[in-house]
């Protein structure tokens, strides 16, 4: 079903975003799973029928916020490179822009942030439709590994992984297939890098690293550069691209 909350013909087409808004509200206090139909109804000042007729099942809410998410985190993340592309920034800056992007946005969201990247809501299995909006941010890092390759700004591993390649042909197609020696594994090591990335945003979102490092933020960056010479990508600490 349709769980976008833009249904065509839809009676009252502020409705699904009320529903939502009152949603996301209610993961702060509830976490995505004590978020139940009724609760949202309570505390939109809705009937759980209304509710019901938009999203008739909580997964279904579920699914339209977990879209939303990753919609947004990614939109955030376009924007940030849109604005180094247009600066005339290196590839490495560029990489160092969209993931504080990111940062900024999981800090400013971190409900929505625990919903995707967090522990898994019990029962709930994301469906088909997340798959392209989850898409969005290792795209953007794609694209930029992709436009250092073609520009020559990436240093070739010291070590190239063993063949064969263990990926999958989606990523081999969505990145625009597999380039020559010796950056072969580059597709590999970018998924390796998009993970680094995800798990270092959970230490500090989630306060991980509190107790060993004094400054999170100027941690970040030095993490992702470090995380970034894995694809032979170099970031310049202290770029300003704010």
Do not use: C
């Not at 560029?94 to 898994?120: H, K, M, Q």
């Not at 088909?128 to 794609?142: D, F, I, K, N």
């Not at 990926?167 to 597999?178: I, M, N, S, Y």
């Amino acid at each position: 079903m349709d769980v976008s909350g833009t249904r065509a013909g839809e009676a009252n087409t502020g409705l699904p975003e009320a529903i939502k808004a009152t949603a996301r509200e209610l993961l702060v206090k509830l976490g995505a799973g004590g978020l139940s139909l009724d609760a949202v109804a309570a505390g939109g000042g809705l009937a759980v029928t209304d509710v019901e007729a938009v999203f008739p099942h909580q997964h279904d809410l579920l699914t339209a916020l977990v879209i939303d998410a990753y919609n947004t985190s990614g939109a955030a993340m376009e924007r940030a490179d849109q604005a180094a592309k247009d600066a005339g920034a290196s590839a490495g800056v560029r990489l160092l822009a969209v993931t504080r992007a990111l940062r900024t946005w999981s800090f400013d969201n971190t409900a929505e942030f625990t919903l995707i990247y967090g522990s898994p809501v019990p029962g709930y299995h994301a469906p088909q439709e997340t798959v392209l909006p989850a898409s969005r941010t290792p795209e953007v890092l794609g694209a930029i590994i992709r436009s250092a390759l073609e520009s020559g700004e990436l240093t070739p591993p010291q070590r190239q992984l063993p063949e064969p390649s263990v990926l999958l042909p989606t990523a081999v197609e969505v990145f625009g297939g597999v380039p020559e020696a010796p950056f072969s594994d580059i597709i590999e090591r970018g998924i390796v890098l998009w993970s680094n990335l995800i798990g270092l945003l959970v230490f500090q979102v989630f306060s991980r690293t509190h107790d060993s490092v004094q400054d999170q933020s100027a941690f970040f960056d030095r993490a992702i550069a470090v995380a970034a010479e894995g694809v032979g990508l170099v970031v310049p600490l202290g770029a300003d691209i704010d």
